[in-house]
């Protein structure tokens, strides 16, 4: 039996690295490429005061194309309105967000006013915490028009300071690289095998008002999750590329601010019944599992032939985690937290899950919404 358990877990890890290993030859970073096409930048902010100046001042600093940035404060109480006013520069517009209306989420509701005043070729979103590099908006603009996708989406290189942060932020390039077909996301149509990061996405603004951009996604707290499917409903190609050399941002301060990040995103992602036993599953018995195994092989609890299947199911997922966390520039000491992190990403989804219909609500940016939107 217990031999048996250790195959699985064999299966499981081998699952991810196949997958991991082609993803991680089709994901590149997109050529920049000089054009007039004007990109605007859109910022959708709500007391950003400690991350808006340096956001600012990297799309201001965008080279090989023309840009316009536009920050929407979404009624921040802190210094953001002032710091933007205050950096002077032609190409920059403060636009004060409206009130936020019923059945909308902050963040859409912010988006969508942006888009009505972006007046580019391409509209590119980023979240007020995300440095572009300067030819980030080069890059993107250019990979659109050469593959026709109305939607490319990447990644930006994750900045992790604290153990909290290490143990939680990496889980979001482990299971794009790890579980997503990207060859086969380019090659099919299909709406499941779509996503995009919401913290840096570029859309063509024709095709953003035919799907409704976010405000078909507009009571959901996920939209770049939401929004690619959606595009591909709608016939629009989308795509997704590496994203370390093109941004760089740190989601979250600390394991608190992650935790409760990672919380607000599991009501429309992992945190179902029908999804959460399955990924359980999987994650659990290609990387959770194989460690306690292994170390009960090593202590002589089990028979050779389940010690040696269980070591090589722990190689097998930390070769994987160490070839995407080198890929994606995140920090190289995540790569022994990866069992640690497995198990937080679980415990994250599992409690959510169970609170659902006791809590009935997820906060963000002190704001409640219906969970799973309404």
């Not at 912010?110 to 908006?137: E, K, M, N, S, Y």
């Not at 153990?163 to 990207?182: A, K, Q, S």
């Not at 899950?353 to 609500?361: P, T």
């Amino acid at each position: 039996m217990l031999t048996f358990l250790a195959l699985l877990c064999l299966i499981a890890a081998l699952l991810p690295a196949g997958l991991a290993v082609a993803n991680l030859l089709a994901l590149r970073t997109p050529a920049p490429e000089p054009g007039d096409d004007l990109v605007s930048i859109l910022i959708p902010a709500r007391n950003e005061a400690g991350n808006i100046e340096g956001t600012v001042r990297a799309a201001l600093a965008s080279v090989g194309v023309p840009v316009e940035v536009i920050v929407g404060d979404d009624h921040s109480t802190d210094a953001t309105a002032a710091i933007v006013t205050g950096l002077g520069d032609p190409r920059l517009r403060l636009a004060p967000v409206p009130d936020l209306p019923e059945g909308w989420t902050g963040k859409n509701h912010a988006c969508a006013h942006l888009a009505g005043l972006a007046r580019g070729r391409w509209l590119l979103f980023i979240d007020a915490d995300v440095t572009l590099q300067p030819q980030a908006a080069a890059a993107l603009s250019a990979r659109a028009r050469h593959t026709g996708a109305a939607l490319v989406s990447a990644v930006p290189r994750q900045r992790m300071d604290t153990l909290g942060e290490r143990l939680t932020v990496p889980m979001i390039n482990f299971l794009l690289v790890g579980y997503l077909p990207v060859p086969l996301m380019r090659r099919l149509p299909n709406p499941s095998l779509a996503t995009a990061c919401g913290q840096l996405v570029l859309f063509d603004p024709a095709a953003y008002a035919a799907t409704g951009g976010h405000g078909a996604v507009r009571a959901f707290l996920h939209d770049g999750v939401r929004l690619a499917p959606i595009f591909r409903r709608a016939g629009y190609r989308t795509d997704l590329v590496a994203g370390a050399h093109i941004a760089t941002c740190r989601m979250y301060d600390g394991f608190a601010a992650a935790w409760a990040g990672f919380s607000k995103n599991a009501h429309e992602g992992l945190a179902t019944p029908r999804a959460l036993p399955l990924w359980t599953a999987l994650l659990g018995l290609g990387h959770l599992l194989p460690l306690p195994l292994t170390l009960a092989g090593l202590a002589g609890l089990l028979p050779p032939e389940a010690t040696l299947l269980s070591a090589m199911a722990l190689a097998v997922s930390l070769a994987t985690r160490a070839a995407i966390t080198l890929a994606t520039g995140e920090p190289a000491a995540t790569i022994p937290l990866h069992p640690a992190s497995i198990a937080v990403a679980l415990a994250i989804q599992w409690n959510v899950l169970l609170r659902r219909e006791r809590a009935g609500a997820a906060t963000w940016k002190g704001r409640s919404y219906p969970v799973g939107g309404a």
